[in-house]
């Protein structure tokens, strides 16, 4: 009931808009300030996630520790485009409300990422507001840009075959 409540309300879609542009400035603010500055570094915070995932009550769990010893640290410089310009995009597509369940998805991976790797901060409510967000699908973006998108992609998508498409992607 109130998963269809977040998805089909249009008055909803006025309270989604507004979570969907604060989320969109956090992550457009975070990313640009990484991207302007020209002085982003990954490595450092992730080996302090490293040597937190020892100890009697780590913070971070030895799965993901490793992860980041092996994957994230050797590839550290990737990671410092990625992580401002996935910010950056992120951002972006709330505020403008385009592919927003896709620009919400990879936000809160991002959040998840770096609840994994010890921090708090304001992760926890950018994922409970990203989760409502995720939930609404199309009626968050209702006001935005995928208002036009998200029926263009659907004609398209099904514009060759006799089914009909679903209305509630």
């Not at 409540?5 to 956090?26: A, M």
């Amino acid at each position: 009931m109130f998963i269809r409540f977040l998805k089909e309300n249009r008055y909803v879609s006025l309270l989604l808009t507004f979570l969907r542009l604060y989320l969109g400035w956090q992550w457009l603010h975070a990313g640009w300030g990484k991207i302007s500055d020209g002085t982003f570094d990954a490595s450092g915070f992730l080996n302090g996630a490293v040597k937190n995932m020892s100890g009697e009550h780590p913070s971070v769990q030895p799965w993901w520790g490793y992860f980041l010893k092996e994957v994230a640290l050797p590839y550290v410089d990737l990671f410092n485009v990625l992580v401002p310009w996935g910010e950056f995009f992120v951002g972006l597509g709330l505020i403008l409300g385009v592919f927003t369940s896709f620009s919400i998805l990879m936000g809160l991976t991002m959040n998840f990422a770096y609840m994994f790797s010890g921090t708090t901060s304001t992760n926890p409510q950018m994922v409970l507001i990203g989760i409502f967000i995720l939930i609404a699908g199309v009626n968050a973006g209702k006001i935005g840009l995928d208002h036009w998108f998200i029926p263009f992609f659907r004609r398209m998508l099904f514009k060759n075959t006799e089914k009909e498409f679903p209305q509630n992607i």
